[in-house]
């Protein structure tokens, strides 16, 4: 019953480098989202997808890219990481897009910038 | 836009007492109202949920109700445990722009840590 899960759950990068999270559902879902979560802000949503193949910004998305190309997978990269990309990403998906339905949640990628 | 206020944090508490989180919210129209909680380590999980003026969201205990008159969504329990420490965040699911649909997405309180001593 894996859920939403992403990985990796830790990475370490430096000024500049470049990375990708993935993230992967196996609920079928339609909606998927990535947020960040850094200390007294909540989340805040970078990008987010409403079906394969599309994408969309969110509040927060300079810096970041996505890309939806399997619907059970939604990955988020960094092009030239900076330290105030340092955060915890957490990526989500939905059933639909009714604003009822909750969001399933990953545990986390706990991501450091030097 | 939409925006969520959580009372200020952290809460500490004995074992047994009661817990009031206070959450406040501005959107137009009628959003969804939600209560995630976060145990360490972990991912966000839904507690409770409300979609309509006056309805009362509860789960283990918890509860809240949504008051469209003062727009808050206040999560209460009557008796916490050593368990129920980890970070609670209110969150709406509102209308997009023009009424449209908003894909589902959640605008987040800050978060309240709460600390359960025994």
């Known amino acids: 019953n894996a859920g939403v899960t992403q990985t990796p759950k830790f990475r370490v990068l430096k000024t500049g480098q470049s990375m990708t999270l993935l993230c992967a559902q196996d609920?079928?879902?339609?909606?998927m989202y990535w947020y960040r979560q850094d200390p007294g802000m909540g989340l805040r949503l970078i990008h987010y997808?409403?079906?394969?193949?599309?994408?969309a910004k969110g509040e927060v998305p300079d810096g970041y890219n996505v890309s939806r190309l399997k619907k059970q997978n939604f990955l988020l990269g960094l092009e030239s990481a900076a330290p105030s990309q340092t955060s915890v990403y957490f990526c989500?998906?939905?059933?639909?897009?009714?604003?009822?339905?909750?969001?399933?949640f990953g545990d986390g990628t706990r991501l450091s910038i030097l | 836009g939409n925006s969520v206020t959580q009372m200020e944090g952290p809460v500490t508490l004995s074992e047994e007492a009661f817990l009031t989180i206070n959450c406040t919210y501005t959107?137009?129209?009628?959003?969804?109202l939600f209560w995630y909680v976060q145990y360490p380590g972990e991912g966000l999980q839904l507690l409770l949920k409300?979609?309509?003026?006056?309805d009362k969201g509860s789960n283990k205990g918890f509860e809240a109700t949504y008051r469209k008159e003062t727009t808050s969504f206040h999560l209460e329990k009557g008796s916490v445990q050593v368990s129920d420490s980890a970070v609670y965040f209110c969150?709406?699911?509102?209308?997009?722009?023009?009424?449209?649909?908003?894909?589902?997405?959640?605008?987040f309180g800050q978060g309240t840590i709460l600390t359960v001593h025994p």
């Open positions: 989500a998906s939905s059933s639909n897009s009714y604003s009822n339905q909750p969001q399933h």
């Open positions: 609920m079928n879902h339609e909606y």
């Open positions: 959107a137009t129209g009628y959003p969804s």
């Open positions: 997808s409403v079906g394969e193949g599309t994408t």
């Open positions: 409300a979609t309509k003026a006056d």
């Open positions: 969150a709406l699911s509102g209308k997009g722009c023009a009424g449209g649909t908003s894909y589902g997405k959640l605008t």
